[in-house]
Each structure stands twice: as structure tokens, then as C-alpha cells.
């Protein structure tokens, strides 16, 4: 019988997802609402899969999907996200995940993932970039936003959604001043002159 991970901090996820693994006869070995936790839980469980989230409290999906391939290469990670596919589904298969769900499909292409993903297959979905791609202003925008690393582009979510240096060095485990290092990097990087400018940059490409 395979062996899962659930690593969301909704409960109310975590307990959709735990009950459909059960229904497909797949062991739910753990289940964790933060970066940590589910290192430990991997280390210590060693499961077949781990489904994740991008965006959770201690270390983000990136950095815990590198870690857990890491740790353990036959370990697969598939995630499970709100974030749009455009954006994230390939810092994902960078990261070393092995699909990409978006919460907003139902259980059942969920489902048909992990089975893929067991039998040894990856699991994205096809991503065109024709839409960013009409305009030479948002081509040049989604450029710059392309070269950004994981963990800024989860910094501009945070910063794009209103929230403080403070609350974001607490959520990610970093500095106040770490953080204010990487505002004044992505405004560099982006080309804006304020946070305003950069939360509506967010919101042009779907990232909140």
C-alpha cells in the first residue's frame, strides 16, 4: 500500500484530501500545516508522495519540495495550490515536484494525478503563455517576473496583499530587515517606484 503526506494549513483541505487518498487506498501516513512539520513528518514517515501547498507557514512548497527530494529522490511531491497554473506549475517542476494540481479543480482530477504520479508519471497541466504574451508592456512584465526567485515572488504575493515586513519575516522565517532587502530588490527588479505599483503588477499577472 503507498504512503501520503498531507501538508496544507487549511484544515478543511487536508481533511478532503486525506479522505480521497483513502478512498484510492493510499496509507495517509501524516499530515502537517507548516514547512517544518512536514520535514520532519517526511523524514521520520517516509511516504511515497507528499501533497503540498505552495504558501504555508516556516518554509514555503519550493523550498520544502527541494528538501524532500533531497532527503529521499523516490519520494514524489505533487502539489496543490490556489496560485494559477501560468504562473507557478513550472517554479514547481523546477523545484523537483512531480505535478500540479489548482485547488479549484475537483477531487477527482486530484485523484487522477496521484494514480499518474505513482505509476511513475509527472502531472502538469499545459500552460500557454499566448495570453501575457499580447501586449509588449505585460511581455516585458511577465520577463522581468520570470527572473525572479521562488522566494521573491512569494515575498511579492505577501507584500502585493497588504502585508507588513514584520508579518512577512514571521511567516517565512526571515528577518524584518531580510525582508525589506527583497522589497527593495523586487521594485528594482520590476521596475516600479512604490508598493502600490507593485501590488497592481501583482494583480495584472494573477498572482493574488
Known amino acids: 500500500m503507498y504512503k501520503a503526506l498531507v501538508v496544507d494549513d487549511h484544515p478543511f483541505i487536508r481533511a478532503s484530501v486525506c479522505m480521497m487518498l483513502r478512498q484510492d487506498r493510499i496509507k495517509v501516513v501524516g499530515e502537517a500545516d507548516n514547512g517544518i512539520d512536514a520535514l520532519r513528518l517526511t523524514r521520520d514517515t517516509r511516504p511515497d508522495l507528499v501533497i503540498l501547498d505552495i ?13 524532500v527530494r533531497a532527503m529521499d529522490p523516490s519520494t514524489k511531491v505533487l502539489v496543490l495550490t490556489s496560485h494559477l497554473p501560468e504562473s507557478f506549475s513550472l517554479r514547481c517542476m523546477k523545484a523537483g515536484a512531480a505535478g500540479f494540481v489548482s485547488k479549484s479543480d ?29 501586449h509588449d508592456l ?29 508579518e512577512i519575516a514571521a511567516a517565512m522565517l526571515l528577518s524584518s530587515k531580510t525582508v525589506s532587502t527583497y522589497k527593495g530588490r523586487l521594485i528594482e527588479k520590476l521596475r516600479v517606484r512604490s508598493l502600490i505599483d507593485l501590488a497592481d503588477l501583482a494583480r495584472r499577472h494573477q498572482l493574488i
Do not use: H, W
Open 106 to 134: 475537483n477531487l477527482k482530477e486530484l485523484s487522477k494525478a496521484v494514480r499518474a504520479i505513482l505509476s511513475g508519471y509527472t502531472y502538469f497541466p499545459d500552460v500557454t503563455l499566448s495570453s501575457v504574451n499580447r
Open 55 to 67: 504558501t504555508m507557514p516556516g518554509l514555503d512548497g519550493f523550498e520544502v519540495t527541494t528538501r
Open 138 to 166: 505585460r511581455a516585458t512584465e511577465a520577463e522581468c517576473l520570470a527572473g525572479l526567485s521562488d522566494r521573491e515572488v512569494l515575498i511579492l504575493q505577501q507584500l502585493a496583499r497588504g502585508m507588513t515586513n514584520k
